[in-house]
């Protein structure tokens, strides 16, 4: 079935330091990837996403390039702040609609001053 | 738009009681909704699938007479800890998809703590 892997965290870094979580994925098809974030207490709000191959989401200075050669939707953030500390999941929807988002694991980042 | 609004965020119950989550969309119709749960540090895990005027599709594992998923109407559906105990303690998240740039909304969430 399809799946998401993402590198199992906590990550902890200083400010204005450069950020990457990765992301694999498995899917039958072309999947649409999204990269959401979860402040602490709150639900899930939706960072960016792509839904073809080399195409880039980017949003609040995050990027991700849907790489299809090598199934991976990697996250990166040239500069971080402490107010980009939350935990991050990676997800796939293989078909546009009613079906639901299959999500990895979840990274915690900690940014520290 | 394509806002779903989620209640309560925070409940307590004591064990043995039901308690009541609900999800609304405001702005659009909801045919379908997604029920998650997350437990403290791991993943949201898709619990089951509800569809407007039909019945609740459940994944593995998920006990269908003690989570009680109603999908009455467009805008509403609701899902019910029956007998709550504190293995049920969890982060309750709803989602619906939602045809537009995001493709999904998601609900603010419910932490349940039974005591």
């Known amino acids: 079935g399809d799946s998401v892997t993402q590198m199992e965290g906590p990550v902890t870094l200083s400010e204005e330091a450069f950020l990457t979580i990765n992301c694999t994925y498995t899917?039958?098809?072309?999947?649409?990837l999204f990269w959401y974030v979860q402040y602490p207490g709150e639900g899930l709000q939706l960072l960016l996403k792509?839904?073809?191959?080399?195409d880039k989401g980017s949003n609040k200075g995050f990027e991700a390039t849907y790489r299809k050669e090598t199934t991976s939707f990697h996250l990166e953030k040239g500069s971080v702040q402490v107010s980009d500390s939350a935990v991050y999941f990676c997800?796939?929807?293989?078909?546009?609609?009613?079906?639901?988002?299959?999500f990895g694991k979840g990274t915690r980042l900690s940014v520290i001053a | 738009g394509a806002v779903v609004s989620q209640h309560p965020s925070r409940v307590i119950c004591k064990s043995g009681t039901s308690v009541k989550i609900e999800c609304r969309s405001l702005d659009f119709q909801a045919t379908t909704m997604f029920w998650y749960r997350q437990f403290p540090k791991q993943s949201l895990m898709l619990m089951a699938t509800s569809n407007e005027g039909s019945k609740a599709t459940y994944e593995q594992g998920v006990e269908k007479d003690k989570f009680l998923i109603n999908h009455a109407s467009l805008t509403l559906s609701t899902l019910t800890v029956t007998s709550a105990h504190p293995e049920d303690s969890s982060f309750y998240i709803c989602?619906?998809?939602?045809?537009?740039?995001?493709?999904?909304?998601f609900g603010s969430g419910t932490r349940l703590t039974v005591v």
């Open positions: 997800a796939l929807s293989t078909t546009s609609g009613n079906t639901p988002l299959v």
């Open positions: 989602s619906a998809p939602k045809q537009g740039a995001n493709g999904y909304t």
């Open positions: 899917a039958t098809g072309y999947p649409s």
């Open positions: 792509a839904t073809k191959a080399d």
